[in-house]
């Protein structure tokens, strides 16, 4: 037997078990999605610009596993060997997503093609009846959310690192059809969210010259907008924030529109806009609903400054948000284009004072450049355009510490 034959065999034992093939082994569970009949507005959060990635993604593990320890990313994961790191990070558990569009069939059409999705991307999925047992176990209603205690033990007794969430904001498969998808990636050791994405896109958007391009079939505008949904997960770097960053808890908006989710889906592109600024550090909405329900605040936007202030303490935030949908209009036609109305606060609750308060209102065809170029043909996106120009003025305030 050769010198050289003979250190290739010695070599192909000693290899560790490929992650891929590891994860290639996970069979998904057959999901059925149906919408739960509410008493209340559905709670649900999104956050993030990627923090941490490199903790949960194997794109970016390093070459040399006994270098994982020193990675301040790999920290995010707690005292694991490097091997563990190795075979552990990728393990996540997808919860069922908020379906806040008014369409019965949303989760059905979606959640089935979220798991090859991350499948494809190296993430090895907890088994969803696995999950879904669980939460039951702990007698958790809203699946799409949870706080960070019970997602320790959730990582804990599953051996999952990651948790991710979401919700789905438009569905229309009628006419023009749509999709608004926002999703969520949390550490289950720190807490953090690691990373966010939000996709919206419309059949229209796909037009070219004489109409050609028109995508006309929900079905086919779904794999793309989870593609590009997914499309920076892995590929983007850690935020870092700054001494000056706020820690920024937001609360459900009051909805004043005919939109039965409208407060909660504002809520949501709040939480992605501050996520992606330096300036602040929003708090998963699992947790701040948590406090919410512990301190038996019946409806939303009535916390008084006394229970502002045992929130602010509990979750440990320098500020809050909070404010009013005032009109969620989802449009009928290029006559009568979606238009969204949002005003806003910012509450140093320990202090019992408003630091900051501004109002927007956009239509879908304000800023169109020239022909339909930069139209907004759904009201999500009119909605995150809102929330993002509130951002922007939020921090030109340059507020006080």
């Not at 000693?14 to 569970?29: D, H, K, Q, R």
């Not at 563990?84 to 990728?90: A, F, L, S, T």
């Amino acid at each position: 037997m050769s010198k050289c034959y003979c250190i290739l065999l010695l070599l192909a034992i000693l290899s560790p078990v490929s992650l891929t093939a590891v994860a290639g082994e996970t069979t998904s569970s057959k999901y059925t999605y149906t919408s739960d009949p509410e008493d209340e507005e559905v709670f649900v959060q999104q956050a993030s610009t990627p923090a941490a990635l490199a903790a949960v993604n194997n794109e970016t593990v390093p070459d040399k596993i006994n270098d994982a320890k020193d990675n301040a990313a790999m920290q995010t994961l707690g005292e694991a060997s490097s091997v563990q790191i190795k075979e552990v990070k990728r393990k996540i558990a997808l919860l069922t997503f908020d379906n806040l569009s008014g369409n019965n069939d949303a989760l059905n059409k979606i959640m089935p093609l979220l798991v090859p999705h991350l499948e494809k991307r190296g993430f090895d999925i907890l088994d969803h009846e696995n999950v879904e047992a669980f939460l039951c176990e702990k007698r958790i209603r809203h699946s799409s959310y949870i706080s960070r205690d019970v997602a320790l033990e959730l990582g804990k007794n599953k051996l999952i690192n990651a948790v991710m969430a979401g919700a789905v904001l438009t569905f229309a498969t009628e006419g023009n059809p749509k999709i608004g998808i926002l999703a969520r990636l949390i550490d289950v050791p720190t807490g953090l969210i690691v990373w966010s994405g939000y996709v919206s896109m419309t059949g229209e958007d796909f037009t070219r010259v004489l109409g050609l391009g028109t995508i006309k079939s929900v079905d086919k505008l779904i794999p793309k907008a989870i593609n590009s949904l997914f499309a920076s997960l892995g590929n983007s770097t850690p935020e870092n924030k700054s001494e000056n960053t706020y820690k920024i808890a937001v609360l459900p908006f009051k909805n004043e529109s005919g939109h039965r989710h409208a407060g909660m889906i504002v809520n949501y592109l709040f939480q992605h806009e501050l996520s992606g600024n330096p300036m602040f550090k929003p708090v998963d909405f699992g947790d701040v609903k948590k406090i919410i329900t512990d301190l038996r605040v019946g409806r939303k936007g009535e916390l008084d400054y006394i229970n502002l202030k045992a929130l602010s303490r509990a979750l440990g935030v320098d500020v809050v948000l909070t404010g009013t949908v005032e009109e969620y209009y989802t449009g009928q036609d290029y006559s009568s284009p979606p238009r969204v109305t949002i005003s806003a606060r910012l509450l140093d609750s320990q202090r019992s004072r408003i630091i900051w308060y501004d109002n927007h209102q956009l239509t879908g065809d304000q800023n169109i450049i020239a022909l339909d170029w930069g139209r907004l043909r759904s009201a999500d996106k009119v909605a995150d355009a809102t929330v993002s120009g509130l951002v922007e003025d939020l921090e030109s305030e340059g507020l006080p510490r």
